[in-house]
């Protein structure tokens, strides 16, 4: 039984921060890229965020120098620090590990799991 539950959500004024976590069970996904991608209504799910190893990171160029993502192995959770909000990040942010060991790249069909998906609100 993999599940992957997301935290952290909420509303926040533009300029504010938020953390984001993901807590995975079931299994270890240390080998295995963890990512985060969001999706607004009415549009197309972005990428966000991805690591693996807890080393090499990536980012999607709307969120590049604002969101940190890092990851507790031992957890087994993946964190998502959101500085610098604005009303565009509104979302639905989910948590995804990918289907291949050390993938942790954008593409949404090469993640496997996902969580349920944390609200994210960013208000003017």
């Known amino acids: 039984q993999v599940q992957l539950v997301e935290s952290g959500g909420g509303l926040v004024q533009a300029g504010g921060s938020l953390r984001l976590s993901c807590a995975a069970s079931?299994?270890?996904?240390?080998?295995?890229?963890m990512g985060w991608f969001r999706q607004a209504p009415g549009k197309e799910r972005e990428f966000v965020a991805s690591i693996v190893g807890s080393i090499r990171t990536r980012y999607g160029d709307s969120v590049k120098g604002r969101f940190t993502i890092s990851r507790d192995n031992a957890k087994n959770t993946v964190d998502l620090q959101m500085n610098n909000l604005k009303p565009e990040d509104t979302a639905v942010y989910y948590c995804?590990?990918?289907?291949?060991?050390?993938?942790?790249?954008?593409?949404?069909?090469?993640?496997?799991?996902w969580g349920q998906g944390t609200q994210v609100t960013v208000s003017s």
């Open positions: 995804a590990v990918s289907r291949s060991i050390y993938y942790y790249g954008g593409s949404e069909n090469e993640y496997a799991y």
């Open positions: 079931g299994r270890t996904f240390s080998p295995y890229g």
